[in-house]
């Protein structure tokens, strides 16, 4: 169970020790296990603390395992907003054990509700040749990134709703609280609006009102809004309201035909 668990990455939402965690636990309960005096006593708080570590796991097990099954109702189906590439699936999935976007279904302040279109999105990062997400350790630099630049396509053909540039990629981990998309573009496609954020500064190279292809770049993936890693965040919703455009209705996604969970790659 927890090299299921350490395998599967939920340490995301948990502290990202926690496995380790597990692991002296278990080291722990072995030598007490052989240098107690009393065995049965050993024997005991052996299987209580092996017990009640198996059995959390196994809770997160199971909803990890669940956050797979969509949502019942309506999913829009697009394409891969990226080229072909090595990706990660950081937020993703049906439970709130995978994806940290789901505490806007329930919204409980009005800036909540404001971007409950939100609710269930996906995030994405690039990985290097060795598997992590930048050339570094802790980069402050939104460059050394791997996904930083990469071209964002539209994963769907349809119309330009809203299209902003400007903002600034922020350093790591510097969210932008302001914008909380940033530089980003909403696309209408039949009756859904898919959103594209986190764009990076300047390189957006469609405008409101424009139509797109299947497959044409709007931009590039960057660091701008209420982001602390360079990724992109995609969601599909109903619109949303003039006030609050990214308020609407969520709607589940399935990329490619995969419905997509933390820990998948693209």
């Not at 599967?8 to 636990?25: K, S, V, Y």
């Not at 050339?135 to 964002?152: D, K, L, N, Q």
Request: contains cysteine.
């Amino acid at each position: 169970a927890i090299l299921a668990v350490q395998n599967a990455g939920l340490w995301m939402d948990l502290p990202w020790w926690t496995p380790w965690l597990m692991w002296l636990l278990f080291a722990a309960c072995l030598v007490i296990g052989r240098n107690t005096r009393s065995a049965r006593a050993t024997g005991l708080l052996a299987v209580g603390l092996w017990g009640g570590a198996a059995a959390a796991m196994g809770w997160i097990a199971v909803a990890a395992l669940l956050s797979h099954l969509p949502p019942a109702g309506p999913v829009a189906e697009i394409a891969s907003p990226l080229p072909d590439g090595r990706y990660l699936v950081v937020n993703g999935g049906s439970r709130s054990l995978t994806n940290s976007h789901l505490e806007t279904l329930n919204p409980r302040t009005p800036r909540q509700a404001s971007h409950r279109g939100q609710s269930h999105g996906i995030d994405l990062v690039g990985l290097t040749a060795f598997g992590r997400t930048s050339t570094g350790w802790r980069e402050r630099e939104p460059s050394r990134y791997a996904i930083f630049g990469t071209p964002v396509l539209a994963p769907c053909a349809g119309t330009v709703v809203r299209a902003l540039d400007g903002r600034t990629d922020m350093a790591v981990p510097i969210p932008d609280s302001v914008v909380m998309a940033g530089n980003h573009v909403l696309l209408r496609c039949g009756k859904v609006e898919v959103l594209l954020a986190h764009l990076r500064k300047g390189s957006l190279s469609v405008s409101a009102g424009e139509r797109v292809r299947l497959g044409q770049k709007v931009g590039e993936a960057g660091n701008s809004g209420n982001s602390d890693t360079p990724h992109l965040h995609v969601h599909a919703q109903l619109p949303g309201s003039r006030d609050a455009p990214l308020s609407g209705e969520p709607v589940p996604l399935r990329i490619n035909g995969r419905y997509l969970v933390r820990g998948d790659r693209l």
